[in-house]
């Protein structure tokens, strides 16, 4: 993983430990000051990608005379560079489960320089997957039980946005993706029909669905609504009755008054004798649209979900941070109005009943009475503890998202006006940051 992707200023701030000797263990967390506008809940990703980049983290010849030509880095400190690679440890909370503000999703311990130099990717990574895994879920829980297919990878802000979008809305809940490649990549289920395009290359719809279903006689699912949704809904039943398939068929809505269309179109597939037939909807769903069908009883069986889930329309970053809080055996805080940070390692303590928040505690204090750790050690020395099959790590997060989906209190899981958990600090870490705050006040900070 190349070394520069990172910020100019960790360059310099690293450059600068490195002329002085600084090679403490520093340990850094990473959380989310607030949770965005109608957010009940986050759900923690980006783990994997983060720990592939941690684990490839070095500086090739090409990158260093860069840092030497155009950042005027001096020689000993190139000479550093060369040979640094994250030697550090990492705890986390695993993928898939459901986190709140103000506790930490990860903690990197490394020398001040290593852990410096990987902020930008890893708070990047973390904050982007994070994002989506969260917005996916919303869509998620407004679907009940029909299947949620990510339609986003055209309209995602790259191409490497379209596989993790892919990835993160699977660990959310999502049954299938359009993105080819992330399917490989991560055991998916590819999904995916025909555009209008398809439909508008032919003489009519009934040559076109014809062509389709001669081609790709297993599920096919055809476009009904190029022309005239009923009429494109009859076309399919005249080729499906004609050509006496069998096996799963389906149809596609992809603009109209989804709700009204779907239960016209049931009528017609039912009236053929096409009880089994499914129907899919697309077109600019998110999860209040998907809400709003389901509430007026649409009989959708399936839902194409792109661009307002890839991009998390309506709440399109997080004010996630990665704050130092702990330097050699000194801990650390901010006191920065609305940005004030708590000091040292710090574990977070979760109530499996549910009824209570979670309460963040310093790592080495023992957890309350009937409270069970979050974060585990996923990294030691720079190293994973485990080796990771891509497929595997998302099933694996899959399943703690359900669970944790399951443990969440009703009031959290709202779509409209969420109260989200709220994490208390422990008595532990409330008196460090207290005893801190007292001497920086008298000005010091030791």
Known sequence: MSGLRTDLYELRMAASYLRRDMVAPATFSLFVRRLPPRRGFLVAAGLAEALAF??????????????????GLDQPTLAALAGLRFTGDVRAVPEGRVVFAD????????????????ETAVLNLLTFHTTVASKAARCRLAAGDAELVDFAFRRTHGLEAGAGVARAS???????????EAARRYGLTPSGTMAHS????????????RAFAADFPTNPVFLVDTYDTPAGV??????????????????????????????RTRAILDDAGL???TIVASGSLDEDVIAALVAQGAPINAYGVGTRMGVSFDAPSL????????????????????????????QVFRDPAGTSGDVVG?????????????????????????????AGAVRAARRRFDADLAWLPEAARRLADPTPLTATVSPGLAELRDRLTARIGRGSAY
């Open 234 to 263: 009859r076309a399919a039943v005249d080729v499906i009755t004609e050509l006496g398939l069998t096996g799963p068929v389906g149809v596609r809505l992809d603009s109209g008054d989804l709700a009204a269309l779907a239960k």
């Open 198 to 209: 398809y439909v508008e290359a032919f003489p009519d719809e009934r040559a076109a669905f």
């Open 275 to 277: 009880t089994q037939a």
């Open 54 to 71: 941690l684990e490839g983290f070095a500086f090739d010849d090409d990158e260093l005379g860069y840092l030497r030509d155009v950042v």
């Open 170 to 180: 699977a660990i959310a809940g999502f049954g299938a993706t359009s993105d080819v």
């Open 319 to 346: 004010d996630s941070a990665y704050k130092l809080v702990a330097f050699g055996d000194r801990p650390v805080l901010k006191l920065s109005p609305g940005k004030a940070t708590l000091p040292g390692p710090k």
């Open 362 to 390: 310093l790592r080495d204090e023992p957890a309350p009475a009937g409270r069970e750790p979050l974060l585990v050690p996923v990294m030691r020395g720079g190293r994973l503890l485990e080796a990771v099959d891509p």
């Open 103 to 118: 506790e930490p999703l990860v903690e990197v311990t490394a020398p001040i320089a290593e852990a410096q130099l990987v």
